[in-house]
């Protein structure tokens, strides 16, 4: 069954480093039609792209988080990573990995996952 | 940069038909897609491209676009489709960037 499953650490310390990891089940992360991405939300707010990742490695970062921003492939495990380095209470969110379709004119993700919260706490 | 603005808060009464609007500058060269969130979970996409809902999705969610607006129209709205809906769309900065609207919470009376 296609599915992408969050998975890491529910708490992280304030100056951190936040990290998690997608597993992708049922398609190859290898697939040169999709990019791999991180998506948050806010409790109560709006859905905010992190940024997106190619198979290959060529990655893309929302300009307002790039500065601490990092993804990553591994296509050994089917699997994408984020890493956001010195977190604050504002990075506290609810991230989800999410499948991109490629296209020119548009841009949609087709597959989510659940969602893993992370909540930046001393 | 570019941004997608989106109306807070809309109410349509059941079995009556709503449009849920997205505005933005880049909505003029690309396609905005729609996606419905209940809570506590995920997203999921309605619409996506010129008008295209992937399988599974009703066709009484429908999209269109005229000038820099983009609609998702819902006809014949159901007790279940009160949700928050989301637009989004390419960023004029490149191929690759990603913006979100701010999102609509949809009450159906």
């Known amino acids: 069954q296609l599915q992408l499953q969050e998975s890491g650490p529910g708490l992280v310390k304030p100056s951190e480093t936040l990290s998690l990891t997608c597993t992708v089940s049922?398609?190859?992360?290898?697939?040169?039609?999709?990019?791999w991405a991180w998506i948050r939300q806010s409790p109560g707010e709006a859905l905010e792209w992190i940024g997106s990742v190619f198979y290959g490695g060529n990655a893309y970062y929302n300009p307002s988080l790039k500065s601490r921003v990092t993804l990553s492939v591994d296509t050994s495990k089917n699997q994408f990573s984020l890493w956001l380095s010195s977190v604050t209470a504002a990075d506290t969110a609810v991230y989800f990995c999410?499948?991109?379709?490629?296209?020119?004119?548009?841009?949609?993700?087709?597959?989510w996952g659940q969602g893993s919260l992370v909540t930046v706490s001393s | 940069s570019s941004e997608l603005t989106q109306d807070p808060a809309v109410s349509v009464a059941l079995g009556q038909t709503v449009r849920i609007t997205c505005q933005g500058d880049?909505?003029?060269?690309?396609?905005a897609s729609w996606y419905q969130q209940k809570p506590g979970q995920a997203p999921l996409l309605l619409i996506y491209g010129q008008n295209n809902r992937p399988s599974g999705i009703p066709d009484r969610f429908s999209g269109s676009r005229s000038g820099n607006t983009a609609s998702l129209n819902i006809t014949g709205a159901q007790a279940e489709d009160e949700a928050d809906y989301y637009c989004n769309s390419r960023d004029n900065n490149g191929n690759h960037y990603v913006l979100f609207g701010g999102g609509t919470k949809l009450t159906v009376l």
């Open positions: 880049i909505l003029r060269t690309y396609y």
């Open positions: 999410a499948r991109r379709a490629y296209s020119g004119t548009y841009v949609s993700f087709d597959l």
């Open positions: 049922g398609a190859s992360i290898s697939s040169t039609s999709h990019y």
